[in-house]
C-alpha cells in the first residue's frame, strides 16, 4: 500500500475518536452514511475501500467543536488529522468537501476524482434520510424514483445541495445509479442509523 494511503489507526479508534467529542446522534448517523455511501462507491470504481471509507466515516471530525464557529470547519480537522498522524494527502481530501463554503476555501476548487466522490456522498445523505423521516423512518423499499422526485423538489431538504450531488457525474456516474448505489449503501446500515 503506497505510503499516503497508510491509515494511522482502526475504524473502532477512529470513532471512539469522534465519540470523544460532543457528537448529536444526528451527527453520528451522518458520518456513517458518508462513509457507507463513500465505501459502495470505493467498490464500484476499483478503488481502495477502506481508505474511502475512512474519508466518508472522518470528513466532519471537527464538526462537534465547530459547528458554532463554521470558518474554522476544515482548519480544526487539519490539527485533529496531523495529530493522530494522517498523511498530507488524507487531509487535503477531507478539506475539499468544504470548498467554497468558508472564507479559508472561498477559491478553491475540488478537482480529483475522490474529492468530488466525497462532497456528493455526503451531500446526498441528507436528502437520502430527510426522505426516510417523510416514510415513516422506512429505507428498506425506497426507490429510486422517488428520491429523484424529491431531487427535483428544490423545496424537498432544501439546504441540501444539488450542485454538489451532481459532482458524482464527473465521475461518470449517472445521477440515477447514484441514488441507487447511495440508497442501497444506507440499507446496508439502516438500524446504526434508526431507520428500518
Known amino acids: 500500500m503506497p505510503e499516503e494511503k497508510k ?9 471512539s475518536l469522534l465519540e470523544s467529542m460532543p457528537q448529536t446522534q444526528q451527527d453520528m448517523n451522518h458520518y456513517l452514511e458518508s462513509e457507507a455511501i463513500m465505501k459502495e462507491l470505493a467498490r464500484k470504481l476499483g478503488e481502495d475501500v477502506e481508505y474511502w471509507g475512512f474519508l466518508g466515516l472522518l470528513h466532519d471530525v471537527d464538526w462537534a467543536l465547530t459547528k458554532e464557529n463554521i470558518e474554522e470547519h476544515g482548519i480544526k480537522a487539519e490539527e485533529i488529522l496531523r495529530e493522530k498522524g494522517f498523511s498530507e494527502d488524507f487531509i487535503k481530501i477531507i478539506q475539499s468537501h468544504v470548498y467554497g463554503h468558508t472564507s479559508s476555501f472561498k477559491d478553491k476548487k475540488r478537482e480529483k476524482k475522490v474529492e468530488h466522490a466525497l462532497a456528493s456522498s455526503e451531500t446526498i445523505t ?4 430527510a426522505y426516510a423521516l417523510m416514510r415513516g423512518k422506512k429505507i428498506e423499499d425506497m426507490e429510486v424514483k422517488g428520491l429523484r422526485k424529491k431531487f427535483k423538489d428544490k423545496s424537498f431538504a432544501a439546504n441540501c445541495n444539488r450542485d ?6 464527473l465521475l461518470g456516474i449517472s445521477l440515477d445509479e447514484f441514488f441507487e448505489l447511495s440508497i442501497n449503501a444506507m440499507k446496508k446500515i439502516k438500524e446504526e442509523i434508526g431507520l428500518s
Open 164 to 169: 454538489i450531488i451532481k459532482e458524482i457525474e
Open 126 to 129: 441528507g436528502l437520502i434520510y
Open 7 to 15: 491509515l494511522p489507526m482502526t475504524r473502532e479508534e477512529a470513532i
